[in-house]
């Protein structure tokens, strides 16, 4: 009876290891048509590759590069971002980016340029290759595609990218993981100035300011308007809803620092960037 019970333990053993390991394999090769979602190795996503590949996921710097200037990105712009990787020897490569917050918050729009190779999974907020933008016989893959920058005000974020080397041996097991960032900044550089106007007609003051900030409306005095106030990273400090233009906010308890004011009325929306003292 004990020979039995040893002989059945060795077979469901067996059994179980050939399990996993086939099913570790077909969710290596399936990947091959995509990553999934929240695998970028962000510190929200919390997973890269390595999620479903054998190895341990090593962090290099200069995968991604974009045209964002050096002075930050611009609101409402459109730029092009390029994944790119090399491994001698290896012709199967594949990628998921995703432009975060370190709390997970997406920034920006992605935009596929290229249908074939790359495509968006998680509801937009990552891009990934297709099965048709694995195959690189020069050992060096890449990957492009656009990002459209977010409203004014919503601060600095990175780009998250994970990079999945494979042996193209259709397993987890043998690959190479590499994790890439590429920190952006918002452009900063027009100071108070005005990002959007609503003709010109919508002024605050004083900037900088210390204490009470007016809103004042030069050519509708009497229109009611909606003003949101956001810090650079693009969080929510204050709302007043339907106020007269005329009345003031008080940002005396704010820290020093640049702000957003998001002003709304029929006519439109107008961006005030202020400073507080």
Request: hydrophobic share 35%; proline share 4%; charged share 15%.
């Amino acid at each position: 009876m004990k020979s039995t019970s040893k002989f059945l333990v060795s077979i469901f053993a067996v059994t179980a290891g050939l399990i996993l390991t086939n099913a570790l394999s077909s969710e290596a090769e399936s990947n091959t048509s995509a990553a999934p979602a929240s695998r970028t190795g962000s510190p929200a996503d919390g997973a890269s590759c390595t999620a479903c590949h054998a190895g341990t996921a090593t962090t290099v710097a200069g995968l991604i590069t974009s045209t964002i200037p050096a002075t930050g990105y611009i609101p409402g712009q459109t730029y092009t971002v390029t994944a790119s990787i090399t491994q001698v020897g290896k012709t199967k490569f594949g990628f998921e980016i995703s432009p975060q917050t370190i709390a997970g918050i997406k920034k920006g729009t992605l935009v596929v340029t290229n249908s074939t190779a790359t495509q968006l999974v998680g509801t937009g907020k990552y891009i990934t290759h297709k099965t048709a933008g694995t195959s690189f016989p020069s050992g060096t893959a890449t990957w492009t595609f656009n990002w459209t920058a977010p409203v004014a005000g919503s601060g600095d974020f990175t780009f998250y990218g994970a990079f999945n080397i494979t042996n193209s041996s259709n397993t987890s097991s043998g690959d190479i993981v590499k994790l890439s960032t590429l920190a952006v900044s918002e452009d900063l550089s027009l100071g108070i100035e005005d990002m959007i106007t609503l003709n010109d007609e919508i002024n605050v003051f004083p900037n900088p300011v210390e204490n009470n900030l007016h809103i004042v409306n030069s050519a509708h005095p009497t229109d009611e308007f909606d003003v949101t106030l956001v810090d650079i990273q693009g969080r929510e400090i204050r709302r007043i809803n339907q106020a007269g233009f005329g009345s003031f906010i008080n940002v005396e308890d704010l820290s020093a620092g640049y702000y957003v004011l998001r002003i709304e009325t029929e006519k439109g929306t107008a961006i005030k960037k202020i400073v507080k003292k």
